[in-house]
């Protein structure tokens, strides 16, 4: 599987992609996408990396700090805390997602939280 995603990753920065969004979701249960693929693809692909999946401030600035990505995304935590950027600034408490209506038909779960 690594050499795969290596390969991947060199065609990928071949053809000029501009970025890769590497998703991680082992807080949600999945397995973990090992470090060594991570530092595969980082070292293949010369375009912009963007990481994701359960980052909190702490993990997306360690993570930066140690080039392993050039971006974190916040899918979750961006639609429970409306002003998510100001909040990590200030070292604020994040409110969680409410798991059971995210992704679902309707403005609940979406528009609803306090700001």
Same mark, same amino acid.
């Given at each position: 599987?690594?050499?795969?995603?290596?390969?991947?990753?060199?065609?990928?920065?071949?053809? %000029?992609?501009?970025?890769?969004?590497?998703?991680?979701?082992?807080?949600?249960?999945?397995?973990?996408?090992?470090?060594?693929?991570?530092?595969k693809?980082?070292?293949?692909?010369?375009?912009?990396?963007?990481?994701? %999946?359960?980052?909190d401030?702490?993990?997306?600035?360690?993570?930066?700090?140690?080039?392993? %990505?050039?971006?974190?995304?916040? %899918?979750?935590?961006? +639609?429970?805390?409306?002003?998510?950027?100001?909040?990590?600034?200030?070292?604020?408490?994040?409110?969680?997602?409410?798991?059971? +209506?995210?992704?679902?038909p309707?403005?609940?779960?979406? +528009?609803?939280?306090?700001a």
């Amino acid at each position: 599987m690594e050499d795969t995603f290596e390969r991947l990753a060199v065609e990928l920065d071949k053809i %000029g992609l501009v970025y890769v969004h590497l998703v991680d979701h082992n807080s949600m249960g999945a397995p973990e996408v090992p470090a060594s693929i991570k530092r595969k693809i980082r070292a293949a692909f010369r375009g912009t990396l963007i990481l994701s %999946g359960g980052y909190d401030r702490a993990r997306a600035e360690a993570n930066l700090s140690a080039k392993k %990505g050039a971006l974190v995304a916040f %899918g979750r935590p961006f +639609i429970s805390n409306p002003r998510l950027v100001t909040k990590m600034k200030a070292g604020a408490a994040l409110l969680p997602a409410d798991q059971a +209506i995210l992704y679902s038909p309707g403005e609940k779960g979406y +528009i609803d939280y306090p700001a």
